[in-house]
């Protein structure tokens, strides 16, 4: 029938096609969620019932939420002939930021290095050639290792205590193959709370996205909360909701930006609450409290928080560019003098009657509007050199080309996107952009930066301004103690701080197969005291018992007693590192279970006649577990029809496929790696166990994750446990398969394993210190990844040659 119904930011329209008749709204009840699946806000759906009175609208609401989201270019669409370049093993490395292995000049825009503390290697290039997957017991390792490189001490740091349990200075050490006794720790259980809540009526919509955020959460324990005077009393839960059963769920990231928020910049507070739930667990943590006010962002929809110790806000943000702005920014007004301060916001006035405009599709400025509205609203946001960036709440920046042509679509301010603001002695305002060249309105629409000289065409009047707040009502400084989280940023950005514009330098490091008193005394002693990030762990749950260090990709229960140490000493360790300013790294299995010993195969009356590092049971495709709760048959892993005890497929060496092309398609996700037994994670059982244990993590302090083997699982149902936490940082393990868009959006970063190739290439196999320059200037490792997605290990344990002693953790 030619009916057009289509959301899109800020506004809404409804056209009858055949009759010319349209109806259009424009108003913040329209701020749909930007680059996420979401509903059609209640505002849309009036004028599409108004655009029924004009002769009806035939689009379902289907085709409307089609609408809000084409062209996003998200999916699996880019699984082509890529082939894992090394096979997916375990291996992974840690970050630091390019400043550590590149110069300022470097193109890296996010990515990050690792400095790895385990074993370093030669390099070689047979990937995977060194394992045996034999289909019951793997003789070199079956997984995901986390991966190794020289550590501190090899490159040439100080590193001379070495009678912690570490083989040497250079090497990062091995755990002690000596049986650790002790408890493992309890479940966590966070007392009920009572919470003070202070709530923000707004326009915006209540709706919640599709594909991001979990059923509403079930009122098991809920208490009435103590409104603050003057707002509205609401009832909560304190409990956790079971996990979502379907769909997927969108991360909420440490974004490391100043705090508080500002309005004004397309971002409003919808809530606060303050209470004793968002202060510090049992375990001294502030990580439950996170968790707390996350669960309150998703019962208010909102898309991001701001967390104090006591204090929890929940805000939504019209777009990424609007959140990265309302971070603490220096800020403009209007005219040259004033007391007054905050963020401006106002429409351009032309010579010709019109208004700078923003067409989408791609985003340009135009100078062609009749009148006022979200298309021509932009914020003025002051940089730290006295120029100006112009923020489009629903597309980005403006940013001038040398041509003089005009976008709105840049993510964050950088040179073209800055711009003198002048202010002429008739009152009007003139932008001069970068490149020395003023914005000039076009008689035919059109606007350009192309103007050498001031004319009437680039004068423009600053029309529907906003009234600043008074600097009174804004600290002076941000909020050292608060902490930013949301969906609209990324892990480990490159920048942050005031505004989003402060240079961030992330640098974590890997020690692998290190015991926990060594971890912790490293945190202490060099790692706190030298800014490291954060430090990686070998696994850290129980597991099969042997010396090699693929056994602890080997899980058989989910308690914390393994061979590098008790839950007790693991949990002193992570509160140590956190003290020191180091966050902790955990490799995160949720893939698989053991392979059985032998006796499983002729022990037809003893189900779980094997033994694990700390003495729980389990048999073929069964755990007796530590917990209680982590017990599991085979019905919980993935099964061929009839047959509990067959694996539904298999993948490994050499192929690593399973009937498809790609492995990026999930078609291995039912398949046992290595033999390996899957677990079924669409049973809604095996989610919960999961979730405990991940919980359970996160309330001792655990801030970061490697997940392993992260090809094989399905990203959907690892998103619906994993994202119920906020983050500092997610890796996946990847092998050079190019990205599907889908797992960095809702897992976390790609392990870019093609840079350390080229490191070790040039300086361990050619061994040629010429080739140091060459190495400084990479800028990039595996095709597709962007490096604002990546963490770049500088080796991995991987990399050794055949010479190495396949089972032995160590650099030689």
Same mark, same amino acid.
């Given at each position: 029938?030619?009916?057009?119904?289509? !959301?899109?930011?800020?506004?809404?329209?409804?056209?009858?096609?055949?009759?010319?008749?349209?109806?259009?709204?424009?108003?913040?009840?329209?701020?749909?969620?930007?680059?996420?699946?979401?509903?059609?806000?209640? *505002?849309?759906?009036?004028?599409?019932?108004?655009?029924?009175?004009?002769?009806?609208?035939?689009?379902?609401?289907?085709?409307?939420?089609?609408?809000?989201?084409?062209?996003?270019?998200?999916?699996?669409?880019?699984?082509?002939?890529?082939?894992?370049?090394?096979?997916?093993?375990?291996?992974?490395?840690?970050?630091?930021?390019?400043?550590?292995?590149?110069?300022?000049?470097?193109?890296?825009?996010?990515?990050?290095?690792?400095?790895?503390?385990?074993?370093?290697?030669?390099?070689?290039?047979?990937?995977?050639?060194?394992?045996?997957?034999?289909?019951?017991?793997?003789?070199?390792?079956?997984?995901?290792?986390?991966?190794?490189?020289?550590?501190?001490?090899?490159?040439?740091?100080?590193?001379?205590?070495?009678?912690?349990?570490?083989?040497?200075?250079?090497?990062?050490?091995?755990?002690?193959?000596?049986?650790?006794?002790?408890?493992?720790?309890?479940?966590?259980?966070?007392?009920?709370?009572?919470?003070?809540?202070?709530?923000?009526?707004?326009?915006?919509?209540?709706?919640?996205?599709?594909?991001?955020?979990?059923?509403?959460?079930?009122?098991?324990?809920?208490?009435?909360?103590?409104?603050?005077?003057?707002?509205?009393?609401?009832?909560?839960?304190?409990?956790?909701?079971?996990?979502?059963?379907?769909?997927?769920?969108?991360?909420?990231?440490?974004?490391?930006?100043?705090?508080?928020?500002?309005?004004?910049?397309?971002?409003?507070?919808?809530?606060?609450?303050?209470?004793?739930?968002?202060?510090?667990?049992?375990?001294?943590?502030?990580?439950?409290?996170?968790?707390?006010?996350?669960?309150?962002?998703?019962?208010?929809?909102?898309?991001?928080?701001?967390?104090?110790?006591?204090?929890?806000?929940?805000?939504?943000?019209?777009?990424?560019?609007?959140?990265?702005?309302?971070?603490?920014?220096?800020?403009?007004?209007?005219?040259?003098?004033?007391?007054?301060?905050?963020?401006?916001?106002?429409?351009?006035?032309?010579?010709?009657?019109?208004?700078?405009?923003?067409?989408?599709?791609?985003?340009?400025?135009?100078?062609?509007?009749?009148?006022?509205?979200?298309?021509?609203?932009?914020?003025?946001?002051?940089?730290?050199?006295?120029?100006?960036?112009?923020?489009?709440? *629903?597309?980005?920046?403006?940013?001038?080309?040398?041509?003089?042509?005009?976008?709105?679509?840049?993510?964050?301010?950088?040179?073209?996107?800055?711009?003198?603001?002048?202010?002429?002695?008739?009152?009007?305002?003139?932008?001069?952009?970068?490149?020395?060249?003023?914005?000039?309105?076009?008689?035919?629409?059109?606007?350009?930066?192309?103007?050498?000289?001031?004319?009437?065409?680039?004068?423009?009047?600053?029309?529907?301004?906003?009234?600043?707040?008074?600097?009174?009502?804004?600290?002076?400084?941000?909020?050292?103690?608060?902490?930013?989280?949301?969906?609209?940023?990324?892990?480990?950005?490159?920048?942050?701080?005031?505004?989003?514009?402060?240079?961030?330098?992330?640098?974590?490091?890997?020690?692998?197969?290190?015991?926990?008193?060594?971890?912790?005394?490293?945190?202490?002693?060099?790692?706190?005291?030298?800014?490291?990030?954060?430090?990686?762990?070998?696994?850290?749950?129980?597991?099969?018992?042997?010396?090699?260090?693929?056994?602890?990709?080997?899980?058989?229960?989910?308690?914390?007693?393994?061979?590098?140490?008790?839950?007790?000493?693991?949990?002193?360790?992570?509160?140590?590192?956190?003290?020191?300013?180091?966050?902790?790294?955990?490799?995160?299995?949720?893939?698989?279970?053991?392979?059985?010993?032998?006796?499983?195969?002729?022990?037809?009356?003893?189900?779980?006649? !094997?033994?694990?590092?700390?003495?729980?049971?389990?048999?073929?495709?069964?755990?007796?577990?530590?917990?209680?709760?982590?017990?599991?048959?085979?019905?919980?892993?993935?099964?061929?029809?009839?047959?509990?005890?067959?694996?539904?497929?298999?993948?490994?060496?050499?192929?690593?496929?399973?009937?498809?092309?790609?492995?990026?398609?999930?078609?291995?996700?039912?398949?046992?790696?290595?033999?390996?037994?899957?677990?079924?994670?669409?049973?809604?059982?095996?989610?919960?166990?999961?979730?405990?244990?991940?919980?359970?993590?996160?309330?001792?302090?655990?801030?970061?994750?490697?997940?392993?083997?992260?090809?094989?699982?399905?990203?959907?149902?690892?998103?619906?446990?994993?994202?119920?936490?906020?983050?500092?940082?997610?890796?996946?393990?990847?092998?050079?398969?190019?990205?599907? *868009?889908?797992?960095?959006?809702?897992?976390?970063?790609?392990?870019?394993?093609?840079?350390?190739?080229?490191?070790?290439?040039?300086?361990?196999?050619?061994?040629?210190?010429?080739?140091?320059?060459?190495?400084?200037?990479?800028?990039?490792?595996?095709? *597709?990844?962007?490096?604002?997605?990546?963490?770049?290990?500088?080796?991995?344990?991987?990399?050794?040659?055949?010479?190495?002693?396949?089972?032995?953790?160590?650099?030689?």
């Amino acid at each position: 029938s030619g009916t057009r119904c289509a !959301c899109r930011p800020g506004f809404c329209l409804a056209r009858r096609g055949g009759s010319g008749r349209e109806a259009t709204m424009g108003m913040p009840s329209f701020a749909g969620s930007i680059g996420r699946r979401s509903a059609p806000p209640v *505002g849309c759906l009036l004028a599409l019932l108004l655009a029924l009175t004009l002769q009806g609208c035939d689009a379902t609401q289907e085709q409307l939420e089609g609408e809000a989201v084409s062209g996003q270019g998200h999916g699996d669409m880019h699984q082509d002939i890529f082939q894992p370049s090394a096979g997916p093993n375990g291996s992974s490395s840690t970050t630091g930021s390019p400043g550590g292995i590149v110069d300022s000049s470097d193109n890296i825009t996010g990515g990050t290095s690792s400095i790895d503390g385990g074993d370093d290697s030669d390099a070689s290039s047979h990937g995977h050639g060194d394992m045996h997957h034999d289909i019951f017991q793997p003789s070199a390792g079956p997984d995901g290792n986390s991966s190794t490189t020289a550590s501190a001490g090899s490159i040439g740091f100080d590193s001379s205590d070495n009678s912690t349990g570490r083989n040497s200075s250079i090497d990062g050490g091995n755990d002690s193959d000596t049986d650790s006794s002790g408890s493992d720790a309890s479940p966590t259980t966070v007392p009920t709370t009572t919470t003070t809540a202070t709530t923000t009526t707004i326009a915006m919509p209540t709706t919640t996205a599709t594909d991001a955020v979990e059923p509403t959460v079930i009122p098991t324990s809920a208490t009435t909360t103590t409104a603050m005077p003057g707002t509205t009393s609401t009832t909560m839960t304190t409990t956790d909701s079971p996990v979502a059963s379907s769909g997927k769920v969108l991360p909420v990231r440490n974004c490391y930006l100043a705090a508080p928020l500002q309005t004004g910049t397309g971002c409003e507070k919808l809530a606060e609450f303050a209470g004793a739930e968002f202060g510090l667990n049992e375990f001294g943590q502030e990580t439950t409290g996170k968790r707390k006010c996350l669960e309150r962002l998703r019962t208010v929809a909102g898309d991001t928080f701001v967390f104090e110790l006591g204090r929890c806000e929940v805000w939504r943000c019209l777009a990424r560019p609007s959140l990265r702005a309302s971070a603490f920014p220096i800020l403009v007004t209007s005219r040259p003098a004033t007391s007054m301060s905050g963020p401006l916001s106002a429409s351009f006035f032309c010579h010709h009657g019109k208004y700078l405009n923003v067409h989408s599709g791609p985003a340009m400025l135009y100078a062609d509007a009749a009148s006022e509205g979200p298309e021509t609203e932009f914020h003025i946001i002051r940089n730290a050199d006295g120029s100006v960036a112009l923020l489009h709440a *629903g597309s980005g920046y403006l940013s001038a080309n040398p041509d003089g042509t005009l976008f709105v679509d840049k993510a964050a301010a950088s040179t073209w996107e800055s711009f003198a603001l002048e202010h002429n002695v008739d009152g009007t305002v003139s932008l001069k952009s970068f490149h020395g060249l003023y914005v000039s309105a076009q008689l035919d629409g059109r606007a350009l930066a192309n103007a050498g000289e001031k004319g009437d065409w680039e004068r423009f009047r600053l029309a529907n301004e906003t009234s600043p707040a008074a600097p009174s009502e804004e600290p002076a400084e941000p909020n050292p103690k608060a902490s930013v989280h949301s969906e609209l940023c990324e892990y480990q950005e490159a920048t942050g701080g005031r505004g989003a514009e402060e240079l961030r330098a992330p640098v974590f490091v890997k020690l692998w197969e290190w015991n926990y008193v060594d971890v912790a005394k490293e945190c202490r002693e060099y790692l706190g005291p030298n800014g490291f990030d954060a430090v990686q762990l070998s696994p850290i749950v129980e597991h099969k018992r042997g010396s090699q260090w693929w056994t602890k990709y080997q899980p058989i229960s989910f308690g914390l007693n393994t061979r590098s140490g008790t839950a007790q000493d693991f949990q002193e360790m992570v509160a140590e590192c956190r003290a020191a300013g180091v966050e902790v790294m955990v490799d995160l299995i949720l893939n698989h279970m053991a392979i059985a010993c032998d006796e499983a195969h002729h022990s037809p009356h003893d189900p779980a006649p !094997c033994v694990g590092w700390n003495g729980s049971t389990y048999g073929h495709r069964r755990m007796s577990g530590a917990r209680g709760w982590d017990e599991a048959g085979p019905e919980y892993f993935n099964h061929q029809p009839g047959h509990l005890q067959w694996g539904l497929c298999g993948v490994g060496a050499p192929s690593y496929l399973c009937g498809s092309l790609v492995t990026t398609d999930c078609s291995c996700c039912k398949c046992d790696l290595y033999g390996l037994p899957d677990w079924n994670t669409e049973l809604q059982e095996v989610l919960e166990i999961h979730f405990r244990h991940v919980r359970e993590l996160h309330d001792m302090g655990v801030t970061m994750l490697r997940i392993d083997a992260a090809l094989y699982e399905d990203v959907g149902q690892v998103s619906r446990v994993l994202n119920r936490f906020p983050w500092d940082y997610v890796e996946m393990e990847w092998w050079g398969e190019y990205p599907t *868009g889908l797992h960095d959006k809702y897992i976390g970063n790609y392990r870019d394993v093609a840079m350390s190739w080229k490191f070790a290439n040039a300086l361990a196999t050619e061994k040629d210190l010429s080739k140091l320059p060459e190495v400084l200037g990479f800028a990039s490792g595996t095709f *597709g990844v962007s490096n604002d997605k990546a963490i770049y290990p500088i080796t991995i344990h991987d990399k050794r040659t055949d010479n190495a002693v396949q089972e032995v953790a160590t650099y030689k």
